[in-house]
């Protein structure tokens, strides 16, 4: 059987700052180190050069990816479509801050081939982008909006963030209501994490803020899931919502990730996988920038999934999303019988109200997809 098409991701690793919350590998480049970096990613490409390979989706995170011009964004798409096989209905998204955005530079984006752009807006409310560390505000959020619009974008997503201290449910549905008025095609609403290594979490430990009390990020996920699913949208992984249709608007680059399908990544702390084996560039910009300028392949790393690792990330991404663990699929890639691996830890999980086995699938139930990882990691014991 062959292999079903695989992602691209490009990691732009440069922001204007860092925002206090986010453990994404990127620094506060000049543009000269972005032409630099340019140049080395453009090397890696030709040395990783596979026509015969592949792939219906790209994707430009970071980082910052609308830092850079569309001259320099359009340049990758063809060097990409020269040393891959990208199909003409690829999706190509690309991350775009609202704060470095016109309207002129979104018509060039558009015309460079971009076709899927995703907004970090974050919040519509000026004082939680302030406390997020966003270089935008609720004006500059909206704008952007509009003139995506404007440039041609239909296929626009939309992340949001909630469970800040002392957020309360009207102001999170104030957030919702914006974004559903802005129409987008697709939604990310993301719990707010205190990642290690950043200032949100040392603020954390300082005992400078205090974190939303698990009851009340729950209360926000319910709000979250029952508003977007009564105005059309399709909840179809914990934090993703797309709007309905046929089929409905969902990221075909993210669905590649919790489908174990294979992608490639280029650029720093960018990870590739391709059924069985995982590799990695290590996250200095530095060294690979020295690889590349001498024609080698940066620094990284690999390592070859055992059967029972392949199972237990099956595991985990199948019940991030919404329509769980297809039963019948998992047996034939696997080679076992799903009830006499998981069934003990499936009871357990069901008569706590945190899972269902039902129509084929093994799923997460509301509740359980507040809890999505301690669950997995229940279930992949078992492996």
């Avoid at 530079?105 to 015309?111: C, D, M, N, V, Y």
């Avoid at 919040?123 to 560390?133: K, W």
């Avoid at 201290?165 to 549905?173: C, H, R």
């Avoid at 205190?194 to 954390?204: F, I, K, Q, V």
């Amino acid at each position: 059987m062959p292999s079903p098409p695989a992602g691209i991701y490009i990691h732009l690793p440069f922001c204007l700052r860092k925002c206090l919350y986010c453990d994404f590998y990127s620094e506060v480049g000049t543009e000269e180190r972005r032409r630099c970096f340019l140049a080395a990613l453009r090397q890696e490409l030709l040395l990783r050069a596979d026509r015969g390979l592949a792939a219906d989706s790209l994707y430009f995170g970071g980082g910052t990816p609308s830092l850079f011009a569309p001259t320099q964004l359009g340049g990758l798409i063809d060097g990409i479509g020269a040393s891959f096989h990208l199909s003409g209905d690829s999706e190509i998204t690309l991350e775009a801050n609202p704060g470095t955005v016109t309207r002129s530079t979104l018509q060039g984006f558009r015309a460079a081939g971009v076709n899927r752009l995703n907004l970090g807006i974050q919040s519509f409310n000026d004082q939680n982008l302030a406390f997020l560390g966003r270089v935008h505000d609720a004006r500059a959020a909206r704008r952007a909006m509009d003139n995506a619009r404007a440039a041609g974008f239909e296929d626009i997503g939309l992340d949001l963030i909630y469970g800040l201290p002392g957020q309360d449910p009207v102001s999170w549905q104030a957030d919702l209501q914006a974004a559903l008025e802005a129409a987008p095609a697709h939604l990310s609403c993301y719990m707010l994490t205190y990642a290690p290594g950043t200032p949100l979490n040392a603020a954390r430990i300082a005992g400078r803020i205090h974190p939303l009390p698990e009851a009340a990020v729950a209360d926000l996920f319910e709000i979250t899931v029952q508003m977007l699913t009564e105005r059309g949208f399709v909840h179809y992984e914990i934090a993703n919502f797309a709007r309905a249709g046929s089929p409905p608007s969902w990221s075909r680059h993210n669905r590649k990730y919790w489908n174990q399908a294979p992608y490639l990544g280029f650029g720093p702390a960018a990870h590739s996988f391709d059924g069985s084996r995982r590799s990695w560039n290590h996250a200095d910009l530095d060294a690979y920038l020295e690889a590349l300028e001498n024609s080698h392949l940066p620094p990284g790393g690999e390592e070859i999934l055992t059967r029972e690792q392949q199972m237990i990330e099956a595991v985990f991404l199948g019940l991030r999303q919404i329509a769980g663990i297809d039963v019948r699929k998992f047996e034939a890639d696997f080679g076992v019988e799903f009830d006499a691996v998981f069934g003990p830890a499936l009871a357990d999980l069901a008569e706590a109200g945190l899972a269902l086995r039902e129509a084929g699938f093994c799923r997460l139930t509301r509740r359980g997809l507040l809890v999505a990882d301690a669950a997995a990691a229940r279930m992949a014991a078992c492996c």
